[in-house]
């Protein structure tokens, strides 16, 4: 998927690159400086969708660009480990990389808020934030203090409660359940008596076959049954309450990104706005089939369950207490807290009567 | 809002403009041929979020090509008739247009499917139609006759059912309604439940309503119906939008002006519409959610928000199979986009119960 061919050149902001670019007309070479970065991201080849966007955006900025702006995309791992690339990409050794803001909430729990917080708001209401509402001026705020530029990349979300052994019936279900969950969803599912267990990806599959976990949350029914969970726990549980709106990142180092000529910098802006939609469709699109497959294919083995109203109620009430904790962290956090209620506040009403509605009333009436 | 300056020069593909390129930093100015186009829009200047997304891909288009590709945009009835800008697109009088492919539809009825169709995908399916489906493919086709190369732009949608000046509670309250509707297949389901279809430029509806030729209206929603005054010509505003849920506004181009674009060209117009469709809906979402928030609280009083009740949306939605059957055995391409539709929906819509439908009826939705 990537390309693996060895980049020897140390990458600067200008690079003759000698690659044959083959997918500019003759009439439009432009003998210009090339400009060639390297970003790292935090996903394994094997996250399609994921690696997908990051692959996916090199090659909008390459084509649009005329081959002036490339950028060579590596997996997580193969030039550097896949949480470092953060580190990285503030200090300068790269100029990019992909991931998602939540990875880096030990610097800064502001930073959640720029991936999702447990009953925020889904894609739609996110990148209202972010271009309509103060969103992205807040990240490029917080992100500043790090040398980095961020960018919404796109969401995966809303995404799927997860995997269970067994059903969840009340909230007392979650008392002594070892769940891998992430993030701010780990941190209420530890109120609610759980453990929270950190488990990577590759090994979930693994640990809920010994039993070291009865439950675990990944993505949706596409990147679940890429790791096996359709064939280890039966009870496949919706809604995704503690990721509503899983935006992704692009980060630039800010020096590189300031550098570069304003018409590539608008392309990359721009071209990341475009892979957002892309990257979008694609997540919807690709679980549409993997849920049709778990419908026909593991009829027998899988049921795809709702989790009771009064469980969602409950882990309602407890994720208010673990946001409002984590936002009096830091006055970042807090700034970005108040931002982000507000704007939710201000598009739940309009939400509902139309998106709400539309599932409801449109798609929803027989 | 629009530049107004004359526009002297016989647009073609590759003319050398003397304009200076403000945008673009000293190293990165290149001595290219450059290319400017025209584009007409079918909107008129006063609805400012879809001509907004006009201007939008204009300047994002020369961003991105630092100044070496121009669109510039015009308002309907700027150089010429709002919907002229179809068919002059296709013989080439001008590159590139805006509209609503629903317009277009008295030329092949397969056009309705590309905006939107009563009871069909809301916007994000719709994309995902077009890019991991076969919707981009097939309206190609269809624009393909025409000397037209079709882009998807921003959503424009969910849409509310419009303003009315008596309460709907049973279907048999639309018997005898003079209703002004757009054009699209939902004018066609009103007719059906008995409803006077009127058609008034959206300039009229509020003038209609005051002299009482119209008792009901639809437009798009709260920020672009109070623009037009509906706020204050009828007491009841209702949703859902069952008519356009997820209506799709177009980029077209002519055919021959966008292959001879340079590749890196091409692919920057096709990528900055995908963008604008991003920082459209984005747009529509926070200026409605504005909107919706001054007629609770600014009109408080004068306006109910009320929902369509679940048995006439039900009767509807009998009446839009109807219609939308009829309409796909118009013509061949009709029978084949509706087909493609029609499956793309059925695989989209159990995920969309679980994920965006859970989100809304469960996330946001419990107390």
């Not at chain 1, 040398?147 to 008392?175: C, E, S």
């Not at chain 2, 200076?20 to 609805?47: C, E, F, H």
């Not at chain 2, 087909?339 to 469960?362: C, I, M, N, R, T």
């Amino acid at each position: 998927m990537t390309a693996r061919r060895r980049f020897l050149a140390k990458a600067t902001r200008a690079v003759a690159a000698t690659a044959a670019v083959t997918l500019v007309d003759a009439p439009n070479v432009i003998a210009q400086p090339k400009v060639q970065w390297r970003m790292s991201t935090t996903w394994t080849p094997a996250n399609d969708t994921l690696q997908g966007a990051a692959l996916l955006l090199a090659k909008i900025v390459e084509e649009t660009s005329g081959g002036r702006f490339r950028i060579e995309v590596f997996p997580g791992g193969q030039i550097m480990p896949p949480f470092e690339c953060f580190d990285a990409a503030s200090k300068g050794t790269i100029e990019a990389f992909m991931g998602v803001s939540h990875y880096w909430a030990a610097k800064e729990p502001a930073f959640d808020w720029f991936m999702t917080i447990p009953f925020g708001m889904n894609p739609e209401g996110m990148a209202a934030w972010f271009y309509q509402g103060d969103g992205l001026k807040l990240w490029e705020e917080a992100y500043a203090a790090f040398n980095l530029v961020p960018r919404p990349g796109p969401a995966i979300a809303p995404q799927m409660a997860g995997w269970f052994r067994k059903k969840i019936t009340t909230i007392g279900d979650y008392r002594g359940l070892k769940m891998r969950i992430s993030g701010l969803g780990g941190k209420v599912v530890a109120k609610a008596g759980g453990t929270a267990v950190l488990v990577p990806g590759a090994e979930i599959y693994g640990s809920l076959e010994r039993g070291v976990i009865d439950a675990s949350e990944w993505i949706g029914p596409h990147d679940d049954m890429k790791l096996g969970l359709h064939k280890t726990a039966r009870y496949h549980y919706y809604p995704g309450w503690h990721e509503p709106g899983t935006m992704m990142e692009f980060g630039f180092n800010k020096k590189a990104y300031e550098t570069l000529p304003s018409d590539l910098r608008r392309t990359i802006d721009h071209a990341a706005a475009a892979v957002q939609i892309y990257g979008l469709t694609d997540f919807h699109a690709k679980n549409a089939i993997a849920l049709q497959r778990l419908k026909t294919e593991f009829k027998d083995k899988v049921e795809v369950v709702q989790l009771p109203v009064p469980v969602l109620r409950d882990l309602k009430k407890l994720s208010a207490e673990v946001l409002r904790e984590q936002s009096e962290k830091t006055p970042t956090a807090r700034k970005v807290h108040a931002s982000f209620t507000k704007f939710q506040a201000l598009v739940g009403p309009w939400d509902h009567i139309a998106e709400g509605a539309y599932h409801q009333l449109v798609a929803g009436t027989a | 809002m629009i530049k107004r300056r004359r526009f002297l020069m016989k647009a073609a593909p590759v003319v050398a403009t003397a304009a200076a390129v403000t945008l673009v930093d000293a190293p990165n100015v290149i001595a290219q041929p450059k290319i400017q186009w025209r584009m007409s829009t079918a909107w008129p200047p006063a609805l400012k979020v879809m001509q907004g997304s006009a201007q939008r891909l204009g300047k994002i288009v020369e961003e991105m090509s630092g100044g070496r590709f121009r669109i510039e945009v015009f308002a309907g009835g700027q150089i010429m008739a709002d919907f002229a800008c179809f068919a002059e697109t296709s013989k080439g009088t001008l590159e590139a247009f805006m509209g609503a492919p629903s317009y277009w539809a008295s030329n092949e009825p397969a056009i309705e499917w590309f905006q939107t169709v009563p009871f069909g995908m809301d916007p994000e399916g719709m994309a995902a139609w077009y890019y991991q489906g076969d919707g981009l493919k097939l309206w190609e086709e269809t624009y393909a006759p025409f000397n037209l190369v079709p882009r998807q732009g921003p959503a424009f949608a969910p849409q509310m059912a419009g303003w009315f000046r008596k309460k709907i509670n049973t279907v048999g309250d639309y018997k005898g309604l003079r209703f002004r509707i757009g054009a699209g297949l939902g004018n066609k389901v009103l007719t059906k439940a008995g409803t006077t279809a009127v058609l008034i430029p959206a300039s009229g509806i509020f003038a209609a309503f005051e002299r009482g030729v119209i008792d009901a209206a639809e437009w798009v929603g709260p920020h672009d119906d109070m623009e037009l005054g509906l706020h204050k010509a009828a007491p009841y505003y209702y949703y859902p939008g069952w008519h356009e849920p997820g209506t799709m506004s177009e980029f077209s181009f002519n055919k021959k002006a966008y292959d001879a674009l340079p590749v890196d060209l091409r692919r920057t117009l096709d990528h900055a519409v995908a963008a604008v469709q991003v920082y459209g809906l984005a747009d529509y979402h926070e200026k409605n959610a504005v909107a919706l928030e001054r007629m609770k609280t600014e009109f408080k009083g004068k306006i109910e928000l009320l929902q369509l009740p679940a048995a006439v949306l039900r009767d509807l939605k009998k009446l839009s199979a109807e219609v939308v059957r009829e309409q796909s055995e118009k013509s061949a391409i009709a029978k084949k986009v509706h087909a493609s539709f029609a499956k793309f929906q059925a695989l989209v819509g159990p995920w969309d119960h679980v994920a965006e439908g859970a989100y809304h009826q469960l996330v946001v939705g419990t107390a």
